[in-house]
């Protein structure tokens, strides 16, 4: 009988293929076996979300600065020049000293204007006296004006004479124009000079002034007076005022000239130093995030990744400022908690699992 219904099957195989596809049917119908394989591939899928480490930021009030790199120079600077030629006689002091305004920096040699000044003194006082016979005769009546205008000419010129002199003989004495430091000098004792000749340069850095350049963006937002304070190359922090603005933007930069004064009574900040300024601009409120949190989108707008319900959200910010540790980032409404560990390897709208911070 086996046999048999062997055989029947044989000459006949689409029966056998039929009853095999209605047992399959009958299997995947089946509903006791189908809800373990659904839980089981759910299962699995809660246990392949990729992990992320998220920090929770509050927004604090900081107040956006503008910063500026600069170079220190003297507040006033001044080449000293002869102007009366002459020979030098003496040096009163040498480059590198500090001189007050008035002091005595050579002399040069006087040669005869001290005897033209008592010459011309001497003349002075005679068209004085002169000048003053005239005046009493011509009060009488007894000379003419013409007379009398004569005689305060040439008591005008004799007095002039006399002043020329002795401005003259008080140039010998070359004096410093503002205190300040000598820098150079240009001649040395036994040398002639003529009239312009340069003898020193002068530098005064007491206030010193510190400049920089602002692009047109933020040179709106400066006024003069307006604090402000500067980082030297050594880490001091001193502070000073904004004194020029200007007007006008440099032709190759495009920016804008800055300097500000910084008190330097003891002298030890000097020109040429490079240092940092930093402006105060106006308060915001934004968090302080290390760089490597931070992400730009498909437009390549700037922002963070946050996770919202598990799920990882793009959030484009505003930097404020950075330094060489994090950047301040403003545009949060509250509390956010941002992917600081494994954001390169998600993006928006993809289910996370989130795992804080410790704090």
Same mark, same amino acid.
């Not at 005595?104 to 016979?133: G, V």
């Not at 001193?238 to 002298?267: Q, V």
């Given at each position: 009988? !086996?046999?048999?219904?062997?055989?029947? %099957?044989?000459? *006949?195989?689409?029966?056998?293929?039929?009853?095999?596809?209605?047992?399959?049917?009958?299997?995947?119908?089946?509903?006791?076996?189908?809800?373990? @394989?659904?839980? $089981?591939?759910?299962?699995?899928?809660?246990?392949?979300?990729?992990?992320?480490?998220?920090? *929770?930021? #509050?927004?604090?009030?900081?107040?956006?600065?503008? #910063?500026?790199?600069?170079?220190?120079?003297?507040?006033?600077?001044?080449?000293?020049?002869?102007?009366?030629?002459?020979?030098?006689?003496?040096?009163?002091?040498?480059?590198?000293?500090?001189?007050?305004?008035?002091?005595?920096? @050579? =002399? +040069?040699?006087?040669?005869?204007?001290?005897?033209?000044?008592?010459?011309?003194?001497?003349?002075?006082?005679?068209?004085? @006296? =002169?000048?003053?016979?005239?005046?009493?005769?011509?009060?009488?009546?007894?000379?003419?004006?013409?007379?009398?205008?004569?005689?305060?000419?040439?008591?005008?010129?004799? *007095?002039?004479?006399?002043?020329?002199?002795?401005?003259?003989?008080?140039?010998?004495?070359?004096?410093?124009? %503002?205190?300040?430091?000598?820098?150079?000098? %240009?001649?040395?004792?036994?040398?002639?000079?003529?009239?312009?000749?340069?003898?020193?340069?002068?530098?005064?850095?007491?206030?010193?002034?510190?400049?920089?350049?602002?692009?047109?963006?933020?040179?709106?937002?400066? #006024?003069?007076?307006?604090?402000?304070?500067?980082? @030297?190359?050594?880490?001091? /922090?001193?502070?000073?005022?904004?004194?020029?603005?200007?007007?006008?933007?440099?032709?190759?930069?495009?920016?804008?000239?800055? $300097?500000?004064?910084?008190?330097?009574?003891?002298?030890?900040? %000097?020109?040429?130093?490079?240092?940092?300024?930093?402006?105060?601009?106006? !308060?915001?409120?934004? +968090?302080?995030?290390?760089?490597?949190?931070?992400?730009?989108?498909?437009?390549?707008?700037?922002?963070?990744?946050?996770?919202?319900?598990?799920?990882? /959200?793009?959030?484009?910010?505003?930097?404020?400022?950075?330094?060489?540790?994090?950047?301040?980032?403003?545009?949060?409404?509250?509390?956010?908690? +941002?992917?600081?560990?494994?954001?390169?390897?998600?993006? !928006?709208?993809?289910?996370?699992?989130?795992?804080?911070? $410790?704090?």
């Amino acid at each position: 009988m !086996p046999a048999r219904i062997s055989n029947y %099957f044989l000459l *006949r195989p689409y029966w056998l293929a039929i009853i095999i596809s209605l047992l399959l049917i009958l299997w995947m119908l089946s509903s006791p076996e189908a809800e373990p @394989l659904q839980a $089981e591939q759910h299962s699995i899928k809660e246990q392949i979300l990729p992990k992320v480490q998220t920090t *929770r930021f #509050t927004p604090e009030k900081m107040t956006k600065s503008l #910063t500026l790199y600069g170079k220190s120079e003297a507040n006033s600077r001044a080449v000293i020049r002869a102007e009366v030629a002459g020979k030098i006689v003496a040096i009163t002091t040498k480059k590198g000293l500090r001189v007050k305004r008035g002091q005595a920096l @050579l =002399n +040069i040699e006087k040669n005869e204007l001290p005897f033209r000044l008592e010459q011309a003194q001497a003349l002075l006082d005679e068209r004085s @006296l =002169n000048y003053k016979a005239v005046k009493s005769l011509n009060d009488k009546g007894l000379q003419g004006r013409a007379r009398l205008a004569e005689m305060k000419s040439l008591l005008l010129a004799a *007095r002039t004479d006399v002043e020329q002199l002795q401005l003259k003989l008080a140039r010998t004495k070359v004096t410093a124009p %503002f205190s300040g430091i000598l820098q150079e000098q %240009f001649a040395e004792k036994g040398d002639y000079l003529q009239v312009g000749d340069s003898v020193f340069s002068l530098e005064n850095i007491d206030p010193i002034v510190i400049r920089g350049d602002a692009t047109e963006h933020y040179v709106s937002q400066l #006024t003069l007076g307006q604090s402000i304070s500067a980082t @030297l190359l050594s880490g001091e /922090v001193i502070s000073g005022k904004i004194t020029y603005i200007a007007s006008m933007a440099d032709s190759k930069s495009s920016t804008f000239r800055i $300097e500000a004064e910084f008190a330097n009574p003891e002298l030890k900040i %000097f020109s040429g130093i490079s240092a940092k300024l930093s402006i105060p601009l106006y !308060p915001v409120e934004a +968090i302080y995030i290390s760089p490597s949190a931070l992400a730009m989108d498909g437009e390549g707008n700037l922002g963070v990744k946050l996770v919202e319900q598990g799920t990882v /959200v793009f959030k484009a910010i505003k930097l404020v400022e950075a330094d060489n540790n994090g950047a301040w980032l403003s545009g949060f409404a509250g509390e956010v908690d +941002i992917i600081t560990l494994g954001q390169g390897f998600v993006k !928006p709208g993809d289910p996370v699992q989130a795992v804080a911070a $410790e704090k």
